[in-house]
């Protein structure tokens, strides 16, 4: 059993560009959460998407940030028009439906984005 | 919402050597997650542990949720066990994890 795949590893992306990160879950799993780490810094939590729908926003950026996961294919965290502060590794995390309180949630490899 | 404080924020010792990080946190938890960030930056899912004591290999946890803190042990410290270490709890009532700001290991062979 694969466990959440991330992809691109690493992104680099000129100031303006736009910015797209996929995730895969777990098999099984219909539950999907976005978490950011600054550099030098813990992760904080983004967003927090079941099989299109978004439940959670609440760490999400204003603009320029989007998420979506449909109801076929990976999720995708999407930015547009990034800026230097934009940098960072964005990491996903899947659990299964009926998850209660974080104990069985399972992270990827992070995606590691750049902006020159 | 919970806060999650995490000491020391670096500890660098001689390999062989033991060590203890803590993770305290501001509100009743019904879990309590550590992880570690390796130097290439993987997040690996070291326990789960509400509350109680858990161990696996050289590595083990306590959890007094009654106190709001949680203990990691590290024994007979290897070269590989450098990274970040992070302790996170979940918001109650909902799935979104609170990370602590980490504590930075270096073991020096």
């Known amino acids: 059993n694969a466990g959440v795949m991330q992809n691109p590893r690493h992104l680099v992306r000129r100031r303006g560009q736009e910015a797209r990160l996929r995730c895969s879950p777990m098999k099984g799993h219909s539950h999907v959460y976005w978490y950011r780490q600054l550099p030098e810094e813990g992760l904080k939590f983004m967003v927090y998407l079941q099989k299109e729908n978004i439940i959670d926003e609440s760490g999400m950026p204003k603009e320029r940030f989007s998420a979506e996961f449909p109801k076929e294919g990976p999720s995708i965290l999407r930015i547009q028009q990034v800026v230097r502060g934009d940098s960072a590794a964005y990491f996903c995390?899947?659990?299964?439906?009926?998850?209660?309180?974080?104990?069985?949630?399972?992270f990827g490899e992070g995606s590691w984005l750049t902006v020159v | 919402g919970i806060q999650v404080e995490q000491s020391p924020p670096d500890l660098i010792l001689q390999e062989g050597a033991n060590s203890t990080l803590r993770c305290n946190f501001s509100?009743?938890?019904?879990?309590l997650q550590w992880f570690h960030q390796n130097p290439w930056g993987q997040l690996i899912n070291l326990f789960y542990?509400?509350?109680g004591t858990k161990q696996n290999g050289r590595l083990s946890a306590t959890t007094v949720a009654t106190e709001r803190y949680s203990l990691l042990y590290i024994s007979s410290s290897q070269t590989t066990d450098s990274g970040v270490y992070f302790c996170?709890?979940?918001?109650?009532?909902?799935?979104?994890?609170?990370f602590g700001t980490g504590t930075r290991l270096t073991i020096i062979p």
């Open positions: 509100d009743s938890v019904n879990n």
């Open positions: 996170a709890v979940p918001n109650f009532g909902n799935e979104k994890l609170t």
């Open positions: 995390a899947s659990s299964p439906p009926g998850t209660v309180s974080g104990n069985t949630i399972y």
């Open positions: 542990i509400p509350s």
